[in-house]
């Protein structure tokens, strides 16, 4: 049997030794408490990082004081000096000279960079394409820009037997498409007269646009409401719809749309086709890293 660990005195137990742990509890007990210490350790790091971030955010490059860490993080003083000089030296925080005062480094950018770039577009985008293909029972489809064109990088086929004929890999026209206007309204200018110089403006129908002119000119307006639409312009008696997917760097890298029949356009089918777009657009913006302002009306929502 172990004896109580006593002052150098003798007698009274000393308060500074560790107390005794009951051989009942076993290795499992002293190992579920390192557990839970080391998850509270890992959460106070976050915390403080999060508080840091939030200074930053509102009002880029700002440093922020101990003393204000500790009291948006409800810790000591001491113990978000102790945190601080630790992610110090792991390069994540730096101190501003000659105070006390400290920001976040490019170093927690890098790591998030390297999780963005693992991000795989199609992956995020399958979800929320399944969810809108349950709702309408329409066909979904996934499109980035392929120099002077679209090209469907995913999709996922109507349950009708009536539906749009396509296939991953596809390229078709960026003037009569719903994916295309949208990827060319938020492209610059200059690039999108660039790109127009090499599409020819071949018919499809009788509503298909005949010039870049026609195409610029409704471009602002599809900026305005948030999506893009192709009104029987690729094929007679089939409509589309389209919005936007933003990556992290407010550019638009892809467009989710969907396709139906002009005999399955009823009175409030559009509304509701634009509004599940735009949300799933927005969650697929936002997993690959998207922070900003929604467009077209009810942005921010």
Not at 80 to 90: I, P, S
Request: glycine share 10%; charged share 25%; aromatic share 4%.
């Amino acid at each position: 049997m172990k004896s109580t660990p006593r002052s150098r005195a003798g007698g009274a137990p000393n308060p500074a030794a560790p107390a005794p742990v009951d051989p009942a509890a076993g290795p499992a007990a002293e190992a579920g408490g390192d557990r839970t210490e080391s998850v509270a350790a890992v959460g106070k790091v976050f915390t403080i990082l999060a508080a840091m971030g939030a200074s930053g955010a509102r009002q880029a490059g700002t440093a922020i004081g101990v003393a204000e860490l500790s009291q948006q993080s409800g810790m000591s003083r001491p113990g978000v000096q102790r945190l601080l000089q630790t992610l110090v030296a792991l390069g994540y925080v730096a101190r501003e000279p000659d105070t006390e005062h400290y920001r976040l480094t490019m170093q927690l950018f890098e790591l998030g960079a390297k999780a963005l770039e693992s991000v795989d577009l199609v992956r995020e985008a399958d979800l929320e394409m399944r969810r809108i293909a349950a709702a309408t029972r329409e066909a979904i489809h996934l499109g980035a820009l392929d120099d002077d064109a679209i090209i469907y990088i995913h999709k996922i086929d109507a349950d009708y037997g009536l539906r749009m004929q396509s296939r991953i890999g596809r390229r078709n026209p960026l003037h009569s498409t719903a994916i295309g206007k949208v990827l060319l309204a938020w492209t610059p200018d200059d690039e999108v007269r660039e790109i127009l110089a090499r599409v020819e403006f071949r018919p499809s129908t009788a509503r298909t646009l005949g010039s870049a002119q026609a195409l610029l000119a409704i471009l602002p307006r599809v900026r305005e409401q948030g999506y893009g639409e192709d009104d029987e312009e690729q094929e007679e008696g089939l409509r589309c719809l389209a919005a936007p997917i933003f990556n992290r760097f407010g550019n638009v890298v892809a467009a989710l749309s969907v396709s139906f029949p002009t005999m399955r356009c009823g009175a409030n089918t559009k509304t509701h086709y634009v509004a599940l777009l735009r949300e799933a657009g927005q969650a697929i913006s936002a997993r690959i890293g998207y922070r900003g302002a929604w467009p077209g009306p009810g942005a921010g929502r």
